[in-house]
């Protein structure tokens, strides 16, 4: 009786046995299948990501208008190759930056006439600087306002915004949103602390053609409204507040606002860039110091080169550089 019990329990647990032998394989099998499956969905998914960040990073980069950062000698080696008298010229310049002034890399700048507006506004928004001290006194969304209503300078209608070449009874508000732009972003990037995330945001606002080309028109404007300004005080027998609004308004093409416009400003951005003199206004404006390498001037005292001359010593320094006076890139130590 005993080895009949025994025996009944032992084909009974073989019995058990056997069908949880098979429910096991079935889940082992079917836990096999789950993982490769999984797999081949995370190497898909793995591979559709991976596609669709280089698209956006070729679609990004297409469209930036301040590339990243390149060797210096590099691009100096791509960009003057051959033995020319100009090309060697070139590249002892890229050299001298290299060695004497410890500039190892460069970011290029999109070629048209706002260039140096984008690379000095870039820096400023890249290096997160603040707004110039007048601007925090005055609201600078009220500059068009004053200027057409106060000061009565209805000819501000004969503005134009560069290659738009937009001109009329709706200049006004047009300024007002340029202004607006440029004001919104200054405070927004400037308020962020993380270099990280300031640089993001650069590339992002750089990469937006409509509201870069807000910021440059802001700008301009700006510029325009302290010549006017300016224009008032000598009219009254007052001297300027700085000796450059008299030298610019010297000159036969600009010797008032309305010339200055229509003879300077409206062409900047569509087929004219800043001259040396506008590059000294600029500067004083923004309160930075713009400090410019000028290669073809290489071996003269013209090769370096600061605007304002007589800037101050709490103002943030800018650095451009430049082959011939009208196209700027960014210099990075």
Not at 98 to 111: A, P, T
């Amino acid at each position: 009786e005993v080895r009949s019990w025994t025996t009944a329990a032992k084909q009974s647990l073989c019995h058990m046995w056997q069908k949880v032998k098979v429910q096991l394989m079935l889940s082992m099998s079917f836990l096999v299948a789950v993982f490769w499956y999984c797999r081949r969905l995370y190497s898909f998914l793995a591979q559709l990501l991976k596609r669709w960040s280089n698209y956006l990073q070729r679609k990004l980069i297409r469209n930036l208008s301040v590339l990243t950062e390149v060797d210096l000698l590099g691009y100096s080696a791509r960009e003057w190759k051959g033995e020319t008298k100009q090309a060697k010229h070139m590249r002892e310049a890229y050299e001298e930056l290299f060695w004497s002034y410890h500039i190892k890399y460069l970011r290029q700048v999109r070629r048209d006439n706002y260039c140096v507006l984008r690379a000095v506004l870039f820096q400023i928004f890249s290096q997160g600087i603040p707004f110039p001290s007048w601007m925090k006194e005055r609201d600078i969304l009220k500059l068009p306002e004053k200027l057409l209503y106060s000061q009565g300078c209805n000819w501000i209608q004969q503005y134009s915004f560069g290659p738009e070449r937009y001109m009329g009874p709706n200049a006004f508000g047009k300024l007002r949103k340029c202004m607006e732009t440029l004001k919104t972003n200054w405070t927004e990037i400037s308020a962020t602390k993380d270099y990280e995330e300031r640089g993001n945001m650069c590339n992002t606002l750089f990469s937006d053609e409509s509201k870069e080309h807000r910021l440059y028109e802001a700008i301009k404007f700006i510029m325009l409204y302290e010549v006017v300004e300016a224009y008032e005080q000598i009219k009254n027998g007052e001297e300027p507040v700085h000796n450059l609004f008299s030298l610019l308004l010297a000159r036969d093409s600009s010797s008032d606002p309305l010339s200055f416009m229509m003879n300077h400003l409206n062409s900047i951005g569509d087929s004219i860039c800043l001259d040396q003199v506008e590059l000294f206004l600029l500067g004083y404006l923004l309160e930075v110091k713009l400090k410019v390498y000028r290669l073809h001037q290489f071996n003269t005292e013209e090769f370096q080169v600061n605007y304002p001359d007589d800037y101050r010593r709490e103002w943030n320094e800018i650095s451009l550089l430049t082959e011939d006076d009208r196209y700027y890139h960014i210099p990075l130590f």
